[in-house]
């Protein structure tokens, strides 16, 4: 328990962020390098102190697949940046398909051995960004429901496994929206095709099933929509204009009350939405020479003033 008045109160100095796009639109890149601080909009540096107190979990066929020739050759990013951390759960999520049974645990274990090994390893300001939720759900998914066959009612799940699965999500994002790192979920949303005579469009929803996928957006407390702006290059570099879209259209979004007021609508730079929410930041390959404030707000280092 945190005692403190209204003009003290800060929820967390740690990002506990949900940031969605739909598939291929390269939310890893996007991410990671943001966290590190090298896209080249990015003047104050990334969110972590240190590429080594970056954490990335991931689950997705190839998750970072380019990533390296991305940072160190279309960023210009030091070969330092890839020393960040990496866990690869990928063939720990296909394994679950070779299962023979219902209610398997051996995913959600491993999961929760490897958070228990970033928090043995967390130091400075450091960042956890897990790759992809949408594929770590679908693995818990398939490990309650086991097998298809005609043994299986309908896909497998019954009221007490979407009851499990409920838990198992909610355990796993406490576990991970610890106050010890910043926590940045990366999922995919689906956008149903329109329907009706007019063409309606509907509401776009996170790719998890049930909802679960609901439950867990209204319990982080960011969600930004990543966008891509597909050939448009930043100025003369290579890399493509992407920014955070603070007030999307999206049936599952709750932004938090700070948003309206801190944030614009189109934020390039994670380091910068960070600080103006009051987070902590660690402000790796700074270039500006300055250091952000509470507030977004920026002055010059001690040791050059």
């Known amino acids: 328990m945190i005692e403190s008045t209204a003009d003290e109160y800060q929820s967390s100095k740690y990002a506990k962020a949900l940031a969605v796009a739909e598939a291929k639109v390269g939310k890893s890149s996007y991410l990671i390098a943001s966290a590190l601080g090298v896209l080249p909009w990015q003047q104050y540096g990334g969110i972590v102190d240190s590429p080594r107190n970056l954490h990335v979990i991931t689950f997705d066929a190839n998750a970072l697949g380019g990533i390296a020739k991305f940072l160190t050759e279309t960023c210009g990013a030091p070969a330092e940046a890839l020393k960040f951390n990496v866990y690869n759960m990928q063939d720990d999520v296909r394994a679950v398909s070779k299962m023979g049974s219902d209610w398997d645990y051996t995913l959600y274990n491993t999961f929760n051995e490897v958070v228990n090994k970033v928090g043995s390893k967390a130091r400075g300001v450091p960042m956890v960004l897990v790759s992809s939720l949408t594929g770590l759900a679908q693995g818990l998914e398939r490990a309650l429901a086991g097998p298809p066959g005609v043994k299986a009612r309908g896909a497998g799940m019954d009221q007490s496994k979407w009851a499990a699965y409920a838990h198992w999500l909610s355990e796993i994002r406490n576990l991970v929206q ?112 300055k250091s952000l404030k509470a507030g977004g707000s920026s002055s010059k280092k001690r040791s050059q003033q």
């Open 178 to 289: 610890q106050d010890d790192w910043h926590c940045w979920w990366e999922g995919h949303i689906y956008k149903p095709p329109a329907t009706g005579q007019n063409q309606e469009s509907r509401p776009e929803t996170l790719q998890i099933s049930g909802k679960s996928g609901q439950n867990f957006a209204y319990n982080v407390e960011q969600v930004f929509r990543i966008r891509r702006r597909f050939g448009l290059k930043y100025k003369t570099s290579r890399v493509e204009e992407t920014y955070l879209d603070t007030a999307p259209t999206l049936d599952f979004i709750s932004g938090g009350r700070s948003f309206t007021e801190s944030l614009k609508e189109k934020e390039a730079d994670p380091t910068t939405v960070s600080a103006k929410l009051g987070l902590k930041v660690g402000q790796w390959n700074n270039r500006s020479g």
